[in-house]
Nanobody, 122 residues
Framework: QVQLVESGGGLVQAGGSLRLSCAAS????????MGWYRQTPGKQRELVAA???????DYADAVKGRFTISRDNAKNTVTLQMNSLKPEDTAVYYCNAEITIVRIPLSTDNYWGQGTQVSVSP
């Protein structure tokens, strides 16, 4: 009923930039918080950045000052601009959104994208 589709991952050298985008589609009534998480093999998925519907943002300490999250409420999209990338930023990045779907009664749940690989070489 709802899909989150990510794009923009890839391979970049340390110090470079990448921009991740995520678009939500389906029977969407409203989208509350949106965010980006990342995961490396053998580790738990961790929050990278989040943004509320009103635009309040929150960042992991490891990315503060380098990453910027933004969203377009009209287009149901969220973007993560990643600058000054480091090898330790290498991970699979997942888009997440808390979405209320159109049904009776309304139903709110967390949805995940399929993940996009970000690789940063030294």
């Amino acid at each position: 009923q709802v899909q989150l589709v990510e794009s923009g991952g890839g391979l970049v050298q340390a110090g470079g930039s990448l921009r991740l985008s995520c678009a939500a589609s389906g029977r969407i009534f409203s989208i509350n918080a949106m965010g980006w998480y990342r995961q490396t093999p053998g580790k738990q998925r961790e929050l990278v950045a989040a943004i509320t519907k009103s635009g309040r943002t929150d960042y992991a300490d490891a990315v503060k000052g380098r990453f910027t999250i933004s969203r377009d409420n009209a287009k149901n999209t969220v973007t993560l601009q990643m600058n000054s990338l480091k090898p330790e930023d290498t991970a699979v990045y997942y888009c997440n959104a808390e979405i209320t779907i159109v049904r009776i009664p309304l139903s709110t749940d967390n949805y995940w994208g399929q993940g996009t690989q970000v690789s940063v070489s030294p």
